[in-house]
Each structure stands twice: as structure tokens, then as C-alpha cells.
């Protein structure tokens, strides 16, 4: 009894580990928010516009309105004039202050152009209320957060849902690792593109988590729910989004046995989240069809980028795309504006190193049966997004951008975590020296970035060092000040940092302060079972493997999330 008791208080709690990674990364994407100048994220100018039309009953795309360079809709001049706000964009040498204040008395009804009008309703809707109570700059910092609040919900759903797997923490950390400055830059602006990404992650950890319980989908009743609300998001998002969503059931499918799956689909909970997602996801597949049947709505990409290609053969754009696919990972690290913002060459190095370790991993872990999902991952990231494209080369050019990818390339790492799952967590002294190692070159990396995209917009990028004139003569001042956003940045980054580490690690601080002898820090009372000097990773049990092949025995659940 006294052991069931034990156990029973180490397992995870969904709820307070929900909303406190929620509140984290509501706070990261938060303090990208206010570092990014207004109108600096990819398309934000179309999509905040689209918001404002939405909300004030301008979903659907009427006769007359639509030209070829987007559809014309009537919103607050304040909003209708955020394409002005492009002085410093695809020059990153200008610093952000050449763009004109956005007045907040400017609210008279004026007409604008986006090439957003056909998207899907959905997100612009939550994303545009702050326009109808407010107006200017605080309007627009106001829809960031709203959407804000909305990708870290879902990033928070899809880590808790991982906390639930068996052997949890590979997932989790691997999961972590795909959360690059990239992705967390993206959530601070106004751009579906963010939730499509939040969305997919969640609605594939849910997936997984369910199939990891196939016996008992009672204990996961919350994942169930995320990937039904995950579902109905990704099918009001954008049309690609369903394709990401097709994607990430297809490889957790592939990452489990097709007979647990063939239970998993019986089961009465399963079928009820099934049903409850199934009106949402129709609405899109029906806005799909309206859209598709509406007036044309020709929008177009920036100059430079759309360059159509009508006579070219389609198989040849395919294999274009197959040879760049390589190119876009330093796009997946951090590429932030508009493509004219690139991420500090060593945070590039660093990241990518240990992106490439962790795709090589499966390689080495035998046998490489039981890698299936990771497999047909990486083969739909060679092979969808070049359909993809190939699909608008005629009509369009090439226009992929690495962000496009990023939905599959979170569920790309987080099958890498499940192939794992075979080998015991290490946590000799070693182990924890290397991975504090490993967590202190993230924080710096992520805190890096922040603070050379600042630099970027408040003085500009020169081929002279300018970092000095970050103190003595800013040009652009972000909200409460540049100094103070990098400092709470980092700040933020260290706490989610330590967290994570006490999570994988039992308990053991992310800081040694007993120079170097790492278990002297286990907190009183609390004996650790540890394995030789060296061993980083080892085989499971047989009590383990039993688990993981469905059979009667069950290893101990991991410590208690964060």
C-alpha cells in the first residue's frame, strides 16, 4: 500500500503542468511580441488585416472586391495602412524607427488589401476581437498576445500530453529541442502559420499518448480532448494545415503495433472524441468548398518571391525542391522577419549540431525495425513538402519556406523521443554534467538570437560592429526598452530550463554548487539508485520491454512533471 501511495504521488499532474507551461510560453512568445516591431513577422500586415475585416462580418469574398493583388475589404485606417510599414523590410542595415506611428485616433473606415482574404475564418476571429475595443499600436500588440495565447495553449497540451507516455522523457527533451528560436519567434506575431505548428504538435502527442495506452485510454482522458480540440484547430487553420494533420496520424500510426492501433479505434472514449471533433473539422472542409467556389482571389507573394512558372514540367519542380531540401534547415533554427533577420551563425551551429545528432540517433539504436514512424517522418519530409510545391510551381514559383515545415519537423523529433524510449534515461554524473552542458548552450543560443534580432531593429545590422550603440544611441525603442526584454528573456529561458532539467532528472538543480559532485545535491531524505560511472544510456529491463510490447508488465511511471 505504502508503495502504491508513493507511486500514485509520482505521477504527473496534467493540470497544474498544463498551466504552468502555458504561462511559459504565453511569457516567450510574449517577449518576442514586444521585441519585434509591429508588421516585422512573415505576412503579418495581410493576416492582421483579414483579422480586423473578420470581426466586423467581412468573411466571405464578394463580387467586385477582389483584384489581382488581393481582395479589397473596408477596415480602420490605422489597420488599412500597416503595409507602410515596410521601410526596413528585406534591409536588415535599417533600423525600425523609419516606419510612421500607428496613431490611435486613427480609426475613420478606409479601404484595404489582403492577400489573406480566403483563409479560414477561424483564427482571425479570436485573433481580431482587440480591435473592437481598442485601436493603434496597443490594438495591434493586443492581437499578438491573443495569438500568442493561443499557440502556447496548444504547446502546452502537446508537452503535457507527452509527460503521460510510458518512459516519458526522451520524448519530452526531444520535443524541447524542436522548440527553436524560430518557432518561439513565430508565435509572437500575428500568422496562423504559429498555430498550425502548436497545433499539429499537440494533436500528435495527444495521438501518441493514446496508442501508448491502448490497453487504458481512461488514464488519458485529457489527451483524447487534445487532439479532438487540436483536430477541429488544424482543420480551421489553413488548407495545408489538414495536410500536416494527415501527416502526423499516418507516422504515429507507423510508430505503434496496427493491432494496438485496430483497439485504439474500438474503444468507446476514442469514438466519442471522434465524434465530438467531426462537426469542427467539417466546417473546414466546408469553408474549403466555399472558398474554392467564391470569387477568384488572386493574391500575391512579395516581389522577388512569387515568379510563376507555366511551362515548366511538374516532375522537374519536384526534384528542384528534393535538392533544396537540405537549404532550409538554417530556416528551421531562425530566419526571423522577412527572411532578412538570420540567427547568429553560431546559435546555427550549435542548434544544428545537436538537430543532426538527434536525427542520426535512430541509426544507431538497433533494431532499426522499431523505428518505423521515424522513417515514414523522414520520408514525408523529403517528399510532401516537394509535392507541395510542385503542386503551385506553375502558378506561383518557388515560394517554400523552411516555416512551412516546421509542423513536421516538431512530430519529425518527437518520433526520434519515442524510438528512445528503449533506453534507460541516464543520470550518473556524467550524464548530468553533459546535460547541463547541453541545457546551458541552449539558453545561451535562444537568449543569443533574441537579443541579435533586437539589435537588428534598433539600430540595424551593419558590416561595422555596432553593438555599442545599443547603449549609447538606439534608434528604435521597443515597448519598456530593449535591455529590460533581453534581461527578462533570459531570464525566462534559465527558469524553463530548469524546470526541464529537475523534470528529466529527478529533482537534481541545474546549477552544481557542489562543484562537480552532482549527487551530494539530492534533496534530503530521497536515495537515488544510480548506475556506473559512464554509462549514459542502457537497454531497459525486460519489465520495460514487456511494457512496451502491450504485455501485463508496466515499469514505474517518470517523477512528477514540472
Known sequence: MLFENVRRRSLPRPLPTFGLLSAL???????????????????????????????????????????????????PNYIASLHDQSCYKFNRGQAADCAAPIYADDTFTNLAVTSAGSYNPMYYWVVGLPTLVLSGAPALYAMRLVSAALCAVFFAAGFTALTELRRPKYPVLVAALAMTPMVLFLGGGINPNALEIAATMAAFSGFVVVLDNWRNTKRVIPALVTVAVATVALANARQISLVWLLCALVIGVCSFK??????????????????????????GFLWMYVSANGPANVGVA????????????????????????????????????????????LVTL???????????????????????????????????????????????????????????????????????????????????????????????????????????????????ANWQTLFT????????????????????????????????????????????????????????????????????????????????????????AP
Open 25 to 75: 510560453f504565453f511569457l516567450l512568445f510574449g517577449l518576442w511580441s514586444a521585441a519585434t516591431p509591429l508588421m516585422a513577422v512573415p505576412d503579418e500586415p495581410a493576416h492582421t488585416i483579414r483579422a480586423a475585416a473578420v470581426v466586423r462580418g467581412q468573411v466571405l469574398i464578394e463580387e467586385g472586391t477582389s483584384f489581382g493583388h488581393g481582395v479589397h475589404v473596408r477596415v
Open 350 to 464: 550549435i542548434w544544428g549540431g545537436l538537430m543532426m545528432a538527434a536525427l542520426l540517433l535512430p541509426f544507431c539504436v538497433r533494431p532499426l525495425r522499431h523505428w518505423t514512424g521515424y522513417w515514414v517522418a523522414l520520408a514525408m519530409l523529403y517528399f510532401v513538402p516537394a509535392v507541395l510545391q510542385a503542386a503551385l510551381w506553375r502558378g506561383m514559383g518557388f515560394i517554400w519556406q523552411g516555416r512551412y515545415t516546421l509542423p513536421l519537423i516538431v512530430v519529425l523529433f518527437i518520433t526520434v523521443g519515442l524510438g528512445l524510449r528503449k533506453l534507460r534515461f541516464g543520470s550518473n554524473p556524467l550524464a548530468l554534467q553533459l546535460s547541463r552542458v547541453g541545457f546551458w548552450l541552449v539558453v545561451f543560443c535562444h537568449t543569443l538570437t533574441f537579443v541579435y534580432v533586437l539589435r537588428r531593429y534598433v539600430v540595424g545590422i551593419s558590416e561595422v
Open 258 to 283: 496496427l493491432r494496438h492501433t485496430w483497439t485504439v479505434l474500438k474503444d468507446k472514449r476514442v469514438l466519442t472524441a471522434v465524434g465530438l471533433a467531426v462537426p469542427g473539422a467539417l466546417l
Open 473 to 560: 544611441s538606439p534608434d528604435w525603442h521597443p515597448p519598456l526598452g530593449w535591455l529590460p526584454l533581453s534581461i527578462a528573456y533570459l531570464l525566462v529561458t534559465a527558469f524553463a530550463a530548469l524546470l526541464l532539467f529537475r523534470y528529466l532528472h529527478g529533482g537534481y538543480p541545474l546549477v552544481d554548487r557542489a562543484g562537480g559532485s552532482s549527487f551530494r545535491n539530492v534533496p534530503s531524505g530521497r536515495k537515488r539508485q544510480t548506475e556506473p560511472a559512464g554509462r549514459i544510456a542502457t537497454p531497459a529491463s525486460a519489465a520495460d520491454i514487456g511494457a512496451e510490447s502491450g504485455q501485463a508488465v508496466e515499469p514505474p511511471r517518470s517523477h512528477a
Open 302 to 345: 512579395p516581389e522577388g518571391i512569387a515568379n510563376p512558372q507555366p511551362d515548366v514540367p511538374l516532375y522537374r519542380s519536384f526534384m528542384i525542391m528534393l535538392d533544396r531540401t537540405y537549404d532550409f534547415f538554417p530556416q528551421y533554427i531562425g530566419i526571423m522577419g522577412w527572411l532578412d533577420t538570420p540567427a547568429p551563425e
